[in-house]
RNA sequence: GCCGGGGUGGCGGAACUGGUCAGACGCGCCCGACUUAAAAUCGGGUGCCUUCGGGCAUGCGGGUUCGAGUCCCGCCCCCGGCACCA
């Protein structure tokens, strides 16, 4: 039986690297040193300086407790902490549930028993995993969104968006999970297809609860990042692209016999007389009331397709409406059509076709036979254009607006991608939304002393299409909270990425029960230093969040404007060339692993895999090498403690060696967010010292190498750390590199001769560039390659090389 | 199509600002020591070719440079995001 230990012996016991005996022993100890706890500010008083905010992405708690991938994002997360705490920072570092979610609530369905029973038994599992593998965590702080003493205030918060207009309700179409039954945010759809059940995404009209995010667009698109703050290239440009931003102007084309203009959006208003037709979108309003009855037909045949349906189409298709638009500039009769190639929600719904000067136009004229007339000659300039002919297309961009402007037939405008998140859901397990519908007053708030609005135990969640709270009379049934008169209560629930839009806020004022957090101490901890998580987060959860912090901004309610300072994207974790996950039934956890090598072992081995952000297949079959490392040091660290004498000056080769790994593994991880070549680096450094432990240097070496491998690490290295004679390393000081010890005193100089390498030797530091060059001269094998020719040029590079250019 | 990231030994990868015959560190494999044996551990070897002088090697082809995995130009391939967005 492993890990077994009946004798009371525990000195020999100890002779023996046995991590299932060292762990718990100093995770207790930590316990009870409150050694990860950190105080917060007192009112009034400024708090300790530095500090940092660690975050990484708040875990949900899946019923297969944690994945590798989790283990990688935590890990990382923790050698941060560790370094950046040893290092004189005070370091908040939090943990918290985004326990709300369907996955509890298909497993309540399924299984029986109720969501919260479930999502707590599994918040218990995941905590458990998380303590034994050691992670330094102020668990004073855990919060968890299902806790009423926390959406009572995801609730406040939703009617203070209210107020200003920035939470709304409205009819709109809107993506369906026919599986989940419920409605799905933009960014969580894969191609089509619900990302979390795999099902097809259908659209509904439903009326619909709307953060306002598109108000942010610009200010979305801009990142207004702290100084030092960075984003990786790629989520800035990702979520630029996301949002999408289109120059252009809105134009009026007047229909004349029906007394009504229709608005388009385009980014050409210089080929506005190369208009030849007119398109709407088959959802269209104007469809409906005023086109044809075989256009009528045409557009619900296709506004029932979905946009990829559509976009997938080879032909272009499309029916004339009948009614015809006056071009603004030329008083042009232009046929209106109706086409699924003009999305609604996109721009007006309705658009200008110019065929000569846009490729889905031209497609859609040769498939009708409609003419094609060219208002942009081969050097950009406009002809066929009235007064504007000549103008380059730049200028008559402008000049066309103005003219419009003047004739109050359009003006400069601007088109975004992205659309309003809606987030209400029609499903049990989520955050009540706090809205009374009255009869007689309408839409009411319900007052913020009446919060929380509490999720009321019910037993059947099974969706019908509409929320199952809806069914709950004695619930959903309540009092105006205005007139006292009949009404009843809003019964769709939150998106669970309300939640964790502020959760990071909650997290360093957790306990506070008068308000979602204190100003004072958000404006100390944050933005967030650096956060760590998966970039499949990025056009959802990371631009809710910088969404939510913008406006809270604006509200007053905290003093700077980007939650996250700097980002990091850990790779994901695969087994079998795809992302663990559970849907995929590809997860491994960390328990057996543990429970086999150590969570130090764990710990180092999923760092030690490859670069963070990069993907990386699962594989078990290099955590032997970690697990050697870590006995090689246990045993070179005692036989140091043995025979190695007391610390010395620290001028040798291995001393060096011992403060070039300092530096390394500090620059590296600070610097660069690179886990995986600094255990290299120690390695190579307990190498150098497994060759003589009882060398001057040894101990300063011994250590160097447990006080850098803490952070990775950080069990067996407080256990060694007592065996060189210390105690409590999680406090102590990080190392500093000292700079004149970080250059060799020799070097091997490099001699080549046209750039080929033909000798190299060993030479002190300190020679001159002409000794240098002496001294390559005086090699026999440098001689015989340019004995006989002429050297035209000589190339010193100190500390590195000669090259004699001969010939 | 547009945007972003990549192609280096049998494998994961290193080489951060062009400069120590590219290949650190680890896995795997081979040889040896210890052992009755195995595990564990320790020592050595491990890019390719070679007539043993050396030659060739960082997806392919050019270029810049005394010197290129690294910079420039042109291709090929792989991965991710967006995509009938007017």
């Known amino acids: 039986m492993r890990g077994f230990f009946v004798s009371g012996d525990e000195q020999r016991a100890m002779d023996k690297y046995q991590p299932e005996l060292i762990e718990p022993k100093w995770q207790r100890v930590w316990d009870e040193a409150r050694a990860f706890n950190v105080p917060n500010p007192v009112p009034g008083e400024p708090g300790a300086e530095p500090h940092w905010y660690q975050l990484e992405m708040l875990p949900y708690p899946s019923g297969n407790g944690m994945h590798m991938g989790h283990v990688l994002n935590y890990t990382m997360g923790d050698v941060v902490t560790h370094i950046r705490r040893r290092s004189g920072a005070t370091v908040v570092r939090p943990m918290g549930w985004d326990s709300f979610g369907l996955p509890a609530e298909n497993a309540a369905i399924r299984e029986g028993g109720h969501p919260r029973e479930i999502t707590e038994r599994n918040i218990a599992t995941i905590r458990?995993?998380?303590?034994?593998?050691?992670?330094?965590?102020?668990?004073?702080?855990?919060?968890?969104?299902?806790?009423?003493?926390?959406?009572?205030?995801?609730q406040w918060l939703f009617l203070r968006f209210y107020e200003q207009g920035l939470a709304y309700r409205r009819e709109a179409p809107v993506n369906w999970c026919p599986n989940d039954q419920t409605v799905v945010a933009d960014a969580y759809i894969v191609d089509g297809h619900c990302e979390r059940c795999g099902a097809q995404i259908e659209f509904r009209n439903m009326t619909q609860w709307f953060f306002k995010t598109t108000a942010y667009a610009d200010e979305l698109r801009a990142f207004e990042l702290p100084s030092g703050g960075a984003w990786p290239e790629r989520?800035?440009?990702?979520?630029?692209?996301?949002?999408?931003?289109s120059e252009g102007a809105e134009v009026l084309f007047r229909v004349d016999d029906l007394d009504i203009?229709?608005?388009?959006?385009?980014?050409?208003?210089?080929?506005?007389?190369?208009?030849?037709?007119?398109?709407?979108?088959?959802?269209?309003?104007?469809?409906?009331?005023?086109?044809?009855?075989?256009?009528?037909?045409?557009?619900?045949?296709?506004?029932?397709?979905?946009?990829?349906?559509?976009?997938?189409?080879?032909?272009?298709?499309?029916?004339?409406?009948?009614?015809?638009?006056?071009?603004?500039?030329?008083?042009?009769?232009?046929?209106?059509?109706?086409?699924?190639?003009?999305?609604?929600?996109?721009?007006?719904?309705?658009i200008m076709a110019v065929p000569a000067h846009d490729e889905r136009d031209?497609?859609?004229?040769?498939?009708?036979?409609?003419?094609?007339?060219?208002?942009?000659d081969d050097d950009g300039h406009l002809v066929a254009s009235g007064g504007f002919d000549t103008l380059p297309a730049e200028e008559a961009k402008r000049a066309i607006v103005d003219w419009l402007h003047e004739q109050g037939r359009g003006a400069p405008a601007v088109s975004y991608r992205l659309r309003d998140w809606s987030f209400s859901r029609q499903r049990y397990w989520g955050c009540p939304i706090p809205i009374v519908y009255c009869d007689d007053c309408g839409i009411v708030e319900v007052p913020d002393e009446d919060l929380p609005v509490l999720l009321p135990d019910i037993d059947d969640y099974q969706p019908k299409g509409k929320a199952p709270l809806a069914s709950n009379e004695e619930w959903i049934n309540v009092d105006c909270p205005k007139c006292g008169g009949p009404a009843r209560r809003e019964a769709d629930t939150m998106d669970t990425f309300v939640d964790s839009s502020w959760y990071f806020l909650r997290y360093v004022d957790p306990h506070n029960d008068r308000a979602p957090f204190d100003r004072h101490v958000v404006d100390y901890w944050l933005p967030v230093d650096l956060y760590i998580g998966g970039i499949d987060h990025l056009n959802g959860h990371l631009l809710y969040s910088r969404f939510f912090v913008k406006a809270m901004n604006d509200f007053g309610m905290l003093g700077f404007r980007e939650p996250f300072a700097r980002l990091f994207h850990q790779g994901w974790v695969q087994m079998g060339g795809t992302k663990m996950s559970k849907t995929k039934g590809n997860v491994m956890g960390p328990d057996e692993l543990v429970a086999e090598y150590g969570a130090d072992a764990v710990r180092m081995y999923i760092l030690f895999m490859g670069p963070a952000d990069q993907d990386m297949e699962w594989t078990e079959s290099g955590i032997e090498g970690i697990v050697r490392f870590l006995r090689r040091l246990w045993r070179a660290v005692h036989e140091v403690a043995e025979r190695a004498p007391e610390r010395g000056p620290g001028t040798s080769a291995l001393a060096r060696t011992a403060h070039r790994t300092i530096a390394k593994v500090t620059d590296d991880v600070l610097r660069r967010i690179q886990f995986h070549t600094p255990i290299s680096a120690m390695m190579e450094l307990l190498n150098e010292l497994s060759d003589d432990p009882a060398a001057a240097d040894a101990?300063?070496?011994?250590?160097?190498?447990?006080?850098?491998?803490?952070?990775?690490?950080?069990?067996?290295?407080?256990?060694?750390?007592?065996?060189?004679?210390?105690?409590?390393?999680?406090?102590?000081?990080?190392?500093v590199a000292d700079p004149s010890l970080l250059e060799r005193d020799t070097f091997e100089l490099v001699v080549q001769v046209n750039g080929k390498v033909r000798d190299r030797f060993e030479v002190d530091v300190s020679l001159s560039g002409d000794e240098l060059v002496a001294l390559a001269l005086a090699s026999e094998r440098v001689r015989a390659h340019i004995d006989g020719a002429t050297v035209r040029k000589t190339i010193v590079v100190p500390r590195k090389l000669v090259n004699f250019v001969v010939g």
């Open 128 to 154: 458990a995993q998380m303590k034994r593998l050691g992670w330094a965590i102020d668990w004073d702080r855990e919060v968890a969104s299902h806790d009423p003493a926390f959406y009572r205030w995801t």
């Open 235 to 245: 989520s800035v440009t990702g979520q630029r692209n996301w949002i999408g931003r």
């Open 699 to 735: 101990r300063f070496a011994a250590e160097t190498a447990v006080s850098l491998v803490q952070p990775y690490a950080p069990h067996i290295a407080e256990e060694l750390w007592g065996v060189l004679g210390h105690e409590r390393l999680w406090e102590e000081a990080w190392p």
């Open 261 to 350: 203009d229709l608005p388009v959006f385009t980014t050409r208003p210089d080929t506005l007389f190369g208009a030849t037709f007119f398109v709407v979108a088959p959802e269209h309003p104007f469809v409906e009331a005023h086109a044809s009855d075989e256009a009528r037909e045409y557009a619900r045949l296709a506004g029932a397709k979905r946009t990829e349906e559509r976009a997938a189409e080879t032909e272009k298709t499309g029916v004339f409406t009948g009614r015809y638009a006056t071009n603004p500039v030329n008083g042009a009769q232009l046929p209106i059509w109706v086409a699924d190639y003009v999305l609604m929600d996109y721009g007006t719904g309705a």
């Open 362 to 376: 031209r497609e859609f004229a040769e498939t009708f036979a409609l003419p094609v007339v060219t208002v942009i």
